[in-house]
């Protein structure tokens, strides 16, 4: 595929998103994903959340120092809303507009699951946001990256070194095994969006996992689709 065919076969660009535990391999995975696409002519732009624009990333920095937590879980949830509006509107939804694929180092799912599932902060606040902050954009492929707690807490501790843990690296293992069970059950209930990855091979092994759904679930749809116009 050539990068002209990517985009015209999918006028809008491809969507898509890595989420997973601490440690997980998400930032790892979306540079490799992003070298393969590159290989192939893809264009792609490789962001994060919460950030990906300079006024998400003042936030950003706020929620991890932990200023965000003393707010309390509603304000903290705003805060990563008001980052996810801006990255939203000045960056991920300018981009797909122009045919370019979005890889974003997480998004909603995270505060499904960070604020939702083990903040116990509101659905209904947290649907209301969803709705303000992203409208009808949902990703095309959410790849969740699954490892047990204590194997993404050792990965995170050792790229960390002698830095202090951040507001979310510093909560106890029980924090982070809610936080398994909750994005194994987004992917769960969501089978056609998201795809469960087994994240505990070497970073080449779990590339090529991600790889192949890309390629399932994206590229071969897209010629699919051109050959067989609806
Ligand atoms: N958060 C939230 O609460 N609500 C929200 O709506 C959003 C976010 C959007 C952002 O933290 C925090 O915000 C996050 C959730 C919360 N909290 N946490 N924790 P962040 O952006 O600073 O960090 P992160 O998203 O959690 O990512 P991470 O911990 O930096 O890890 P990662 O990106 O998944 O992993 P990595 O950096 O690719 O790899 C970690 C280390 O393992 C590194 O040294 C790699 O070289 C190594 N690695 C990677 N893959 C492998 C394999 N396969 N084998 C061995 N070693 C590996």
Redesign the pocket.
């Known amino acids: 595929m050539t990068g002209s065919d990517a985009t015209d076969v999918h006028p809008r660009g491809c969507f898509i998103t890595f989420e997973?535990?601490?440690?997980?391999?998400?930032?790892?995975?979306i540079n490799l994903l992003a070298e393969r696409l590159d290989a192939e002519h893809i264009r792609a732009l490789v962001t994060?959340?919460?950030g990906g624009s300079p006024g998400a990333e003042i936030i950003r920095h706020i929620?991890?120092s932990g200023m965000g937590k003393l707010l309390g879980p509603e304000a903290e949830t705003l805060l990563?809303a008001a980052a996810?509006d801006d990255h939203v509107h000045s960056v991920i939804a300018p981009a797909l507009a122009q045919g370019i694929w979005v890889l974003c180092?997480?998004?909603?799912d995270?505060?499904r699951v960070?604020?939702g599932k083990v903040g116990q902060v509101d659905a209904r606040l947290l649907s209301s946001l969803e709705r303000v902050t992203i409208g009808c954009l949902r990703p095309d492929l959410t790849v969740i990256?699954d490892l047990p707690v204590e194997d993404g807490m050792k990965?995170?501790a050792?790229?960390r070194g002698a830095d202090a843990p951040?507001?979310?690296?510093a909560e106890d293992i029980s924090f982070h095994q809610k936080l398994r069970e909750g994005y194994r059950e987004i992917a769960a209930s969501e089978p056609e969006r998201c795809i469960l990855i087994d994240?505990?091979?070497?970073?080449e092994q779990?590339a090529e996992k991600v790889w192949a759904a890309v390629q399932g679930r994206l590229i071969e749809t897209a010629h699919a689709a051109q050959v067989n116009p609806a």
Do not use: C, H, N
């Not at 180092?105 to 909603?108: E, L």
């Not at 951040?166 to 690296?169: G, K, T």
């Open positions: 997973g535990g601490e440690g997980a391999g998400k930032s790892t995975q994060r959340e919460p929620i991890l990563f996810r180092d997480r998004f909603a995270s505060t960070y604020q990256l990965r995170a050792a790229r951040d507001r979310f690296e994240a505990s091979g070497t970073q779990v």
